[in-house]
């Protein structure tokens, strides 16, 4: 391979998550400014800034690195992410912690080696993860 053609290839790869990143944000606005009740679209926003996005993503990779750290940032992430959502008079609010991310990511994790519980293992992580988001109103949390 030629020196030209390294680079490129270095190029591509050093890119590629700054494109998934920004690829993430993109969606993330488009399902918020999507959401419908009733047959009515909601006047929510995600209103969050692509490059805070794209610096929590990139935070997101290098945590794995401490091999626990990730479900720390990943809580911190999905608080900011809810911080952003606009456009109703509750706000979304993220109340797991990262202990409990840890442990039941390692839990799922351990059910999905064992093959045969991996639907259930899912269903039981994908339930506690939903339920993790809340609404409340935005008085309440300006007097907590």
């Known amino acids: 391979m030629s020196y030209t053609g390294w680079t490129e290839s270095t190029t591509v790869e050093l890119l590629a998550p700054l494109l998934q990143a920004l690829l993430g944000w993109v969606v993330i606005r488009w399902i918020a400014s999507h959401l419908t009740s009733n047959g009515q679209q909601l006047p929510i ?4 800034s692509v490059i805070t996005y794209i610096g929590w993503y990139l935070l997101l990779a290098i945590s794995f690195i401490t091999i626990i750290g990730w479900a720390w940032v990943t809580t911190a992430w999905m608080r900011w992410m809810c911080r952003n959502i606009e456009g109703t ?28 519980p991996i639907p259930w293992a899912l269903r039981w992580y994908a339930n506690w993860y939903l339920s993790q988001f809340a609404l409340v109103e935005r008085s309440t949390l300006a007097n907590a």
Do not use: D, P, Q, Y
């Open 89 to 116: 008079r509750r706000e979304i609010i993220f109340k797991a912690s990262g202990l409990e991310m840890l442990w039941r990511t390692v839990l799922f994790t351990i059910g999905c080696l064992l093959l045969i």
């Open 45 to 48: 926003a995600f209103n969050g």
